[in-house]
């Protein structure tokens, strides 16, 4: 037995600048892809356990993700594609790859989809089995090209090995000689908003999540996926989508038409409201005199980097500031060029800095660096290792960091944008962020599972960055129209033949 299996992940937020260059994937191949893939919490790793245990021989092409950003270019795109197909043409009996399922590269809006269907044609008849993120745009291109699909079943993201272990399952039952399945999808025209598909708390996406895994308790259903859809993607099939995989086309299809419904019904819940900056602010004060240990999480949401923010955004440090907030810990805000200042200046120096806003961020208004004078703390290797749950184990680098004392506030600037998503963000600075009365972090959802435990309380704080909630500041151009809550007079129904597309027969 022959497998070969591949990790390949990127997000793309087509409105953001940050550029995403081949090495920001960092590619590994082989022997090297295969030693970071086993016992990593990713369904890549998954699909190495199942292979070991199976005893089949292993192939391992490549393992690369970089965060959220911009588009690629094509080039980079047909790069990482080469050595999957290159390992497929040579002959397998299975393939099993860990993608996204919401990368867009330049002339390339459907980068899963494309590779899907390379490989179908350099495999045919070779079962594909594929693993996606939970805000994957999802396309017929996709689904007509593999076998099988599953999706995470939660935000954030603890159960991605857990999503590559129920692939392997379908996948092993089609080696075993069963008949292989099929899959519907259906995609209700919702433009979710991220921070509502939250899976930590009651709401929406927690009910659709509850009713697929109740669908995958009837007989014959081996998959259904609730797919909320990265909305910051200028593409004519972003948003929600529905994806089961099922003993025969009409189970497919009534089951994901069954969720569909439900999404559609319950689509109000998607849709996430944004409080003024003040009035976020009022409630963190308000919260750190209130009963409760540890500091208030204030959450940059509009500057995320694990969507493709710059980092660079100063709205929620300059006006907590202004405001009088004390005991602030801030950051990771990406500036190099104030990172090199300090660094040249040294630990113990006074500088005056002009932090963020350096990238240009096109149909936003204007915006201006924020003017700090502080002391240098710290100047080091932004580099620790991952403690979980999320990417448990992983090396994260950050480029140099540089630690700035101003009145009130102690901030974090590094030469990379990163994700606040382990207390090591700040550690290997010499910085504990336990220890802030507010902790402002550019981070959605992803700090959650670490921060948010030490917190009394997290509130999420609206900045007018590229990652922001108010769809209003982005101009969409591609997407399909109508879209709710866009166009909020939008009309739908799932059980019209055109809004469920069936798995093309292979």
Aim: overall charge negative; charged content about 15%.
């Amino acid at each position: 037995m022959r497998i070969v299996a591949a990790r390949f992940n990127h997000e793309t937020n087509t409105f953001s600048p940050v550029p995403t260059p081949l090495e920001d994937f960092g590619p590994l191949h082989g022997a090297d892809a295969l030693a970071f893939g086993t016992g990593s919490a990713t369904a890549f790793g998954a699909f190495i356990a199942y292979a070991q245990a199976i005893g089949a021989d292993l192939v391992t092409p490549l393992c690369a993700t970089a965060n959220p950003s911009g588009p690629a270019e094509r080039g980079v795109f047909e790069a990482l594609a080469a050595p999957i197909l290159e390992a497929v043409s040579a002959g397998c009996d299975a393939i099993l790859l860990d993608l996204h399922g919401a990368m867009v590269a330049r002339g390339v809006d459907d980068c899963e989809g494309e590779l899907l269907a390379r490989v179908r044609a350099a495999a045919p008849g070779v079962p594909i089995g594929v693993a996606l993120d939970l805000h994957g745009n999802i396309t017929a291109q996709m689904v007509d090209n593999c076998d099988c699909i599953a999706g995470f079943k939660t935000y954030p993201h603890i159960d991605m090995f857990e999503t590559g272990q129920h692939v392997t399952r379908m996948m092993d039952a089609i080696l075993k000689g069963g008949a292989r399945p099929v899959m519907a999808l259906t995609h209700p025209p919702i433009l979710a908003q991220t921070l509502k598909m939250n899976t930590e708390v009651p709401g929406i996406m927690v009910d659709l999540i509850n009713a697929a895994r109740a669908a995958e308790a009837q007989d014959g259903v081996h998959a259904a996926s609730i797919f909320g859809g990265f909305p910051l993607s200028d593409i004519a099939d972003a948003g929600v989508s529905v994806v089961t995989v099922a003993d025969n086309a009409a189970l497919a299809r009534a089951v994901a038409q069954d969720l569909a419904r439900a999404a559609w019904d319950g689509r109000e819940g998607f849709v996430y409201d944004e409080a003024p900056l003040a009035q976020s602010l009022a409630q963190a004060v308000r919260a750190a005199g209130g009963p409760g240990e540890g500091p208030v999480l204030l959450l940059d949401h509009g500057d995320n980097c694990m969507s493709g923010g710059t980092c660079d955004t100063v709205d929620v440090l300059q006006a907590a500031l202004e405001a009088g907030l004390k005991g602030i810990i801030a950051g990771p805000f990406c500036d190099p060029e104030v990172v090199e200042q300090m660094t040249n200046a040294g630990t113990g120096a006074t500088v005056t800095v002009a932090l963020g806003a350096k990238v240009p961020l096109e149909g936003f208004p204007p915006r201006a660096p924020l003017a700090l004078t502080g002391v240098v703390s710290t100047v080091c290797q932004g580099r620790y290792v991952v403690s979980g749950p999320i990417y448990t184990g992983q090396t994260c680098d950050m480029g140099r960091a540089a630690v700035l004392e101003v009145h009130g506030a102690t901030v974090l600037i590094t030469e990379k944008p990163h994700e606040p998503w382990d207390l090591g963000v700040f550690t290997c600075a010499e910085i504990d962020p336990i220890e802030a009365k507010f902790l402002i972090l550019k981070s959605r959802m992803y700090c959650r599972p670490v921060f948010g435990p030490l917190s009394r309380a997290v509130v999420e704080c609206a900045s007018a960055g590229i990652t922001s909630s108010n769809l209003d500041l982005f101009r969409f151009e591609t997407l399909k129209r109508p879209i709710f809550p866009i166009e909020r007079n939008t009309n739908w129904a799932p059980d019209d033949q055109a809004n469920t597309h069936d798995q093309a027969a292979s």
